[in-house]
């Protein structure tokens, strides 16, 4: 198990950049795969972006592909998402998830952290 904690969110205006960070406690962070997910009011939990342990393998959804960078410092213990242009459709709770395989699905991940909100308005 390792254990996650999301910091960073809050309320931009449309255009604005935001940079959330995940910190891992627990097991070797290194193993892991991580990714970044958000679920806004009433839809379910979506795919943004992931990276493989070394940070070699990144992934993004079409959705956010050329505005957000996904990165990783496993001598931090801790994953990055860097937002720019940041978008009302953006808005949502951002958690971040820790894997043994990188993947796109939520139910591939098995470690969760509690969340943090990014509220973008027009």
Do not use: H
């Not at 505005?67 to 001598?75: K, M, P, Q, Y």
């Amino acid at each position: 198990q390792v254990q996650l904690e999301e910091s960073g969110g809050g309320l931009v205006q449309a255009g604005d950049s935001l940079r959330l960070s995940c910190a891992a406690a627990g097991r070797t962070f290194s193993g892991y795969a991580m990714g970044w997910f958000r679920q806004a009011l009433g839809k379910e939990r979506e795919f943004v972006a992931a990276v493989g342990w070394s940070g070699s393998s990144i992934y993004y959804a079409d959705s956010v592909k050329g505005r957000f960078t996904i990165s990783r410092d496993n001598a931090k213990n801790t994953v990055y998402l860097q937002m720019n242009s940041l978008k009302p459709e953006d808005t949502a709770v951002y958690y971040c998830a820790a894997t043994r395989r990188v993947g796109r699905l939520p139910n591939e991940y098995d470690n969760w952290g509690q969340g943090t909100q990014v509220t973008v308005s027009s």
